[in-house]
């Protein structure tokens, strides 16, 4: 075996392979310098694309790859051999740049000396401006965000018996800190339950007693204002404004309220004491002349304000200890016929108007926040502001009045709730239609109510209404046509504010029921037998005046328009007692009231400009006095008298009927408006020891000027008919329980 490999194998020289080595590296060098040619027109293709820059020493230029071009024989493949050298590249295209222009030129220069003005001028400073400001996250907020919004939720459905226990895992809990503010107060049943600290509490506490001030000063302010008014009335050393003496009866001095002239001269139509006698309420009329006054004229900004005042009536709230200016104006949209200070709530004031409207005020609302006018001729001026109403029903076309409102009362409360009741008010139009208001105090605007003012807290809310004239014979004067039954005057009884006592042109006093089912006993209240009937025109005896008595609520006067007064009781239909001939001939009797201070006394005011004053203990069946209402200087034709019926003089002329006596057509309409009002005020507040006018009652009564009513008289009463006789109260049952 080994030999034949021997013999096969063939020896090789060295010299054989010589040729075929030379060979292969002729080839390889073929091939560098192939592949070095073609990388060398690679560049030169690559520097004819690129832009030409300036040269480092001249204007010319060469690509921006200088590497390419410069590179030399040293860049060649490391083989062993040199390089061929490479090719010059051909020079690239010349790019031209035009010079700068002289207007260039010049707007470089403006520029630039511009630039540099400016920087003569402005002061630079570094601004720290926060773009954006977002408070650290709590905790909880970054765990919520790096935990993400996912949720599992597991789920065990299947028929498994609920009534066995499932083994499952064990909940786990887990502690993070968060944000609470350190003046809350969290109920916990735990020891560790927060507390607030030391400045939180300093500053809780401040914010509750400065809340709990403000509302005690709201409510304590009327009653401040009330005891300083009385204390000013009552004052012995004659700052007592009402000095003016006078010669009536009834009278020992007297003071005439009357309105800036700025305002017009006005009718007086209704007026009201409040519950502690300090103040009267007083609505008036349109004025009489349009125009303010020359001294307003010549202030531009005030002329605006009356010429709206102007276009109604108002009301004035004036405080007895000062009669010089009214305390409140109140602005009316329409002409008052009634108004009202509720005993209850003496801060709201209520007027009715001849449109059909209930309007409210409130009169501790800043006077500030209403448009205000100076009055005077000289500095200094006194600024008196015009509050506009609160509340009006006009806007309730549909609910609200729809002829004038004849009058307006509260209704009686219980003396138990008196303080925690809400107030109701009612009000009757000449038609006969009763409606029913709750007063809403501390409520927010209602967008929906628009009879309710801006930044207003009260509001009126409609609860009840019904007819007092239905099933009510109409009244037929003679040859003339059948006339609608028009209602004067209204009062609940106090007793049972459910039934209603109410004084038309009829010679009948109706009775009604708030609910119009509910029958009542007697359904009206007769005239009486002395009384004229009804049907003669010239002695029509309809209703004008209706009092309850204020200590014996079951007995009320009326007042007939044929000059005529009777006693009645609320279960009987006839009157107990029947006052006639002691008016003039022809004189109705426009208002009767009983005294707060006599419960044997009452006050009945004829059209005549008369007063007569009756006291039940006489028995007489005459008025004690009869005199005039008001003042006449010192040629009244009245004089003081120890007695009797009358205190006219003998042979003393009649009053001349003149344009504004009562036989003027012109002027009927305002006579009746004649009201009186007496201080109705309790035996409690009016009777303070040590005060000089402690037993001081007050009455007020609208007055006549020269030839048209232009003020009221504010009356202090004499000792006689301002305090009461022993157990006279108790003398009167017996009177009225024998009749």
């Known amino acids: 075996m080994g030999d034949d490999y021997d013999e096969d194998f063939e020896d090789y020289e060295a010299d054989d392979f010589e040729d075929d080595e030379g060979g292969a590296a002729e080839a390889a060098k073929a091939q560098a310098e192939a592949e070095a040619a073609q990388r060398a027109q690679q560049r030169r293709q690559q520097a004819a694309r690129q832009p030409l820059v300036p040269a480092a020493g001249g204007s010319q230029t060469q690509p921006l790859q200088q590497a390419n071009i410069s590179r030399g024989p040293s860049a060649a493949p490391q083989s062993g051999r040199m390089m061929p050298p490479m090719a010059k590249a051909e020079p690239a295209p010349r790019r031209f740049i035009a010079p700068p222009s002289n207007e260039a030129r010049q707007l470089k220069e403006q520029r630039a000396a511009r630039l540099k003005a400016l920087r003569s001028v402005l002061q630079l400073r570094a601004v720290d401006i926060t773009l954006y400001d977002a408070p650290p996250l709590t905790p909880y907020e970054l765990h919520t965000r790096h935990a993400g919004t996912k949720r599992v939720k597991n789920v065990q459905t299947g028929d498994d018996d609920v009534s066995v226990g499932v083994q499952t895992e064990e909940i786990e809990t887990d502690a993070f800190a968060c944000q609470w503010p350190e ?422 005011l004829d059209s005549d400009d008369r007063m007569h004053i009756f006291d039940l203990l006489k028995g007489s069946g005459m008025p004690e006095v009869t005199c005039p209402v008001a003042t006449r200087g010192p040629d009244s034709p009245t004089r003081r008298m120890g007695g009797g019926a009358s205190f006219v003089q003998p042979g003393a002329p009649e009053r001349r009927r003149a344009p504004g006596d009562p036989d003027d057509p012109a002027t009927m309409e305002a006579m009746r408006k004649m009201r009186f009002a007496l201080d109705a005020r309790s035996e409690s507040a009016n009777t303070r020891k040590g005060s000089a006018g402690a037993r001081q009652r007050l009455a007020a009564i609208t007055c006549r000027g020269h030839q048209r009513l232009s003020g009221v008289e504010v009356h202090v009463l004499v000792e006689r008919y301002a305090t009461a006789e022993a157990d006279e109260l108790i003398k009167l049952e017996h009177v009225l329980d024998a009749l």
């Open 183 to 604: 003046d809350g107060t969290v109920a916990s049943t735990t020891s560790s339950s927060l507390e607030a600290s030391a400045s939180a509490q300093t500053a809780t506490l401040l914010t509750a007693n400065i809340g709990r001030l403000r509302r005690f000063l709201g409510s304590a302010g009327q009653v401040v204002e009330t005891l300083c008014s009385e204390n000013l009335i009552a004052a012995a050393s004659g700052a007592d404004a009402v000095q003016q003496p006078n010669a009536l009866p009834f009278s020992v001095r007297h003071s005439l309220l009357q309105l800036p002239s700025a305002l017009g001269e006005r009718v007086p139509h209704d007026l009201t004491f409040d519950a502690s006698g300090g103040g009267l309420l007083v609505a008036y009329g349109k004025p009489l002349d349009q125009e303010p006054p020359a001294e307003v004229l010549s202030r531009k900004r005030d002329v605006a304000v009356l010429r709206r005042l102007a276009a109604g009536g108002c009301l004035a709230l004036w405080k007895i200890y000062a009669p010089e200016m009214p305390w409140a104006m109140m602005r009316c949209a329409g002409v008052p016929s009634c108004c009202m200070l509720p005993e209850a709530k003496p801060h709201l004031a209520f007027a009715g108007t001849e449109e059909g409207a209930v309007q409210l005020w409130n009169l501790r609302e800043p006077g500030a926040s209403h448009p205000s006018v100076e009055l005077g001729d000289k500095p200094p001026f006194d600024r008196l502001h015009l509050r506009s109403p609160t509340y009006a029903s006009d806007c309730l076309a549909m609910s609200s009045h729809t002829s004038p409102v004849a009058s307006l009362t509260a209704l009686p409360i219980s003396g138990d709730a008196q303080e925690d009741a809400s107030l109701s008010i009612a009000s009757l139009d000449v038609e006969g239609t009763l409606i029913i208001w709750l007063v809403l105090e501390a409520v927010e605007l209602d967008a929906h109510d628009l009879g309710q003012a801006v930044g207003s807290k009260e509001r009126l809310l409609l609860t009840g209404s019904t007819s007092m004239t239905g099933g009510v014979a109409p009244l037929a004067r003679g040859n003339s046509a059948v006339l609608p039954t028009k209602c004067v005057h209204f009062a609940f009884v106090p007793t049972d504010p459910t039934r209603v006592v109410v004084g038309t042109d009829l010679p009948q006093l109706l009775h009604r029921s708030r609910y119009s089912s509910v029958p009542l006993s007697p359904d009206a209240f007769e005239p009486g037998t002395d009384v004229p009937a009804r049907d003669a025109p010239q002695n029509a005896s309809g209703v004008a005046s209706i009092a309850f008595h204020p200590k014996l609520p079951a007995y009320f006067l009326v007042g007939r328009v044929n000059g005529s007064a009777a006693l009645y009781h609320v279960d009987d239909a006839r009157p107990l007692r029947t006052f006639v001939g002691f008016a003039a001939p022809g004189a109705a009797l426009v208002h009767v009231c009983w005294c707060p201070a006599r419960p044997s006394v009452f006050w009945a």
